[in-house]
């Protein structure tokens, strides 16, 4: 018996399948589909099916008899005739559809006057939700289409890219009861409006209007759309606009304009749109675009979108007051206006006023000011897009553990180096996403706590990581992604001089003090004649690779006098030798990381002269950093001079290394020390010691 089952079961769902399945239709649940099958008739649909999706067949023409296929015709809600070749249709077609909502009839070159009947046909039976008449051209979507009407087909009326040249009060007055009116991707130059007191929604974008339409009847606040509440007119000809076409435009909510040629924002633009929210006008195209003082002030503002294409100083006409009066503003999108040429004050003053954004969007800006200056001490920001700038480097406080930031997107910029002082582990770990890819990562020791924490987090909160995390330098790391890099524990953890302490005895001590003393003052002696012993032969110049410089000069502005009136003048003027210097030799325009290092490449030696502010400047570590990647890389020789005693709190842990692992030169004012120094430092640079 079982056995008997189980073969009816079969037989019958083979049966379905046949009869079902085998018309080339797909049935999913309550939808069925027949898709680019070439159909010339609809098949058998089953009674449970509410969706009917009948598109890119070969109809010809659709009378009542064209769904005698279909089981329960009063089940179905939606019918989609796409592309079926349709050029006739009886105004009776649909009269077994009872609860049909969702009709469309898209691409399909059917007669007017059909088109007229059964539009007329719907309206006195029954409105539609949505009505989908898109592609049709002007042989079937013109005035007389719904030249019958008395009542709205339907409540959304989509009638996109019919090539329509003008919408007038003709066809406008027989859809009074239209909601949501889509005339996108048209050729409409006009736009005329009547009475259409339940228009919610109208989108007007890829058209070829010069204006925006007039939206109020005569020179009253009385509006044609008195309950609108979203207007989109992106992608136009509109080369101007002001406060007046939207003064009885109280209600609306949502206003898109972008992708017009507007030349002019004038101050209280939106004064009469009283419960706008969102305004959007990205890439607009006006060749001299000026944003007046004022121009989006808007007590009810949240959305602001303004990217152009624009200089940010010929753009916005006062800095300070281009986003005053925006108390609730949430998000603010100015991406791809160049504000490359702001000062970190215009920047501070720019964005000052909106204290209230939570979303910030600046792609492209061109910024390379202090972040500081753009985010100030917002911290209400949660979402922050600043890709594709020219961005540094990141101070210390910028982001900090008491942030609300969620998303924080840096990157394409130039950032070489990520201090955990300035993206503290704590703020990262409440980040829900991170982007710094594309940056030219410095991989070094200072980056180890970065890298491992990458390795640690989930890679859903990583935009583009592994691939988009690579190292710019050093060399031996160059295109190298950052999850390949690794260290050895003595590589950034070098040994370090232990500290003896006690005491020995006091007769001891007494006698190693008195030594001390004596070493000391004559200290520069004995440390002559230990050099004078070890020397053994003269230095001969090295042949091999040609180079620009016999030497790359590193130190801090603040001892820029030592170098200037000591160190050129003797190894230039007195020795014939050729210094790169950073005041005389970099080339105007290029990076500075980018000279430093092209310049070191082509230096025969690396001289660092150390201070206390050598410690204090980040080009100087900079310059320390690439100088020990090369002197390990290339075996390039670095001379190390000791300008004056390096207080501890400027010693940091490179400087600390370096004294302790270099033989290094010690400056002093003692004239014996200065001959011992003169003669080390020509030794050093293969100078003739009795030249």
């Given amino acids: ?49 509410e969706q009917l999706i ?7 023409s659709v009378t009542f008899e064209t769904f005698k296929n279909v089981e329960n015709p009063p089940k179905i809600w939606r019918l989609t005739l796409t592309a079926n070749r349709i050029v006739n249709i009886t105004k009776d077609a649909f009269k077994n559809f009872t609860h049909l909502s969702f009709l469309e009839l898209s691409s399909n070159q059917i007669k007017v006057k059909d088109l007229k009947m059964l539009l007329w046909n719907i309206s006195e039976t029954r409105p539609l939700d949505s ?104 992608y136009n000809y509109i080369t101007s606009i002001s406060n007046d076409p939207f003064r009885c435009l109280t209600t609306l909510e949502k206003l898109q304009i972008g992708h017009n040629v507007i030349g002019t924002f004038p101050s209280m633009l939106l004064s009469n749109l009283k419960n706008l929210t969102y305004f959007g006008v990205s890439a607009n195209l006006g060749r001299e675009m000026k944003i007046f003082p004022f121009a989006f002030a808007s007590s009810t503002l949240t959305f602001l979108e303004i990217g152009f294409n624009g200089n940010a100083l010929t753009v916005f006409q006062s800095i300070p007051e281009t986003f005053k009066g925006l ?78 930031m969620k998303t924080l997107l840096l990157g394409v910029n130039k950032i070489g180096h990520v201090s955990s002082k300035s993206l503290p582990i704590t703020f990262l770990n409440n980040l829900t996403y991170l982007d710094l890819s594309e940056n030219p990562f410095i991989c070094d020791c200072d980056l180890v706590w970065f890298i491992d924490w990458l390795k ?35 590589e950034c953890h070098p040994f370090t001089t232990p500290e003896w302490i006690g005491m020995i005895g006091g007769p001891i001590t007494v006698v190693l003090i008195i030594l001390s003393l004596i070493a000391y003052r004559n200290r520069w002696n004995i440390k002559h004649y230990i050099y004078m012993l070890r020397k053994r032969r003269e230095y001969a110049p090295l042949r091999g690779e040609e180079f620009v410089y016999d030497a790359f000069v590193a130190y801090n502005q603040s001892i820029v006098l030592w170098v200037k009136n000591f160190l050129i003048p003797f190894l230039e003027g007195e020795h014939g030798l050729k210094l790169c210097v950073h005041e005389r030799d970099f080339p105007v325009g290029g990076f500075i990381n980018d000279n430093i290092v092209e310049r070191m490449r082509q230096s025969k030696k690396i001289i660092l002269v150390l201070s206390n502010s050598f410690a ?43 004294l302790e692992n270099t033989t290094y030169l010690e400056w002093t004012d003692d004239n014996v020390g200065q001959e011992l120094f003169i003669t080390k430092l020509k030794d050093a640079m293969g100078v003739a010691v009795n030249s």
């Fill in 54 to 60: 009948f598109r890119g067949n070969n109809l010809g």
């Fill in 327 to 404: 108390p609730i503003l949430q998000t603010l999108d100015l991406s791809f206006i160049n504000m490359m040429q702001m000062t970190d004050q215009n920047v501070t003053d720019l964005f000052a006023p909106v204290t209230s954004i939570d979303t910030l969007h600046c792609f492209k800006c061109y910024l390379q000011c202090d972040i500081k200056s753009l985010i100030g001490n917002n911290l209400n920001l949660t979402k922050v897009d600043l890709k594709g700038n020219y961005f540094e480097t990141i101070r210390p406080g910028v982001f900090t553990e008491k942030s609300k």
């Fill in 131 to 234: 009505l989908y008449m898109e592609e049709m051209g002007t042989g079937s979507i013109n005035e007389e289409t719904f030249s019958l009407l008395n009542k709205t087909p339907a409540i959304n009326l989509i009638l996109e890219n019919n090539k329509l040249e003008n919408f007038t009060t003709t066809i406008l007055s027989r859809l009074k009861g239209v909601e949501l009116l889509n005339i996108d991707f048209n050729n409409i130059t006009e736009f005329t409006l009547t009475n259409m007191d339940e228009l919610q929604a109208l989108r007007i974008r890829h058209n070829k209007l010069t204006n925006v339409p007039n939206f109020c009847n005569g020179n009253s606040t009385k509006s044609f759309t008195k309950n609108m509440v979203a207007l989109f007119l992106n």
């Fill in 456 to 490: 640690t987090v989930n890679k859903s909160r990583l935009w583009y990581y592994p691939e988009g995390y690579k190292c710019a330098f050093p060399p031996k790391w160059a295109n190298k992604r950052l999850d390949e890099v690794h260290f050895s524990y003595l």
């Fill in 616 to 658: 204090s400047s980040e080009w100087c570590m900079f310059e320390l950093k690439v100088a020990h990647s090369m002197h390990i890389k290339d075996s390039v020789e670095v001379i190390v001079i000791l300008l004056e005693e390096v207080q501890a709190k400027n010693m940091n842990n490179a400087m600390k290394v370096l």
């Fill in 1 to 49: 018996m079982v056995i008997v089952n189980s073969s009816i079961r079969i037989i019958i769902s083979l049966f379905v399948i046949k009869y079902v399945y085998g018309t080339g239709c797909r049935f999913h649940g309550v939808k069925a589909e027949c898709i680019n099958t070439n159909l010339r008739e609809i098949p058998k649909i089953p009674g449970n099916i």
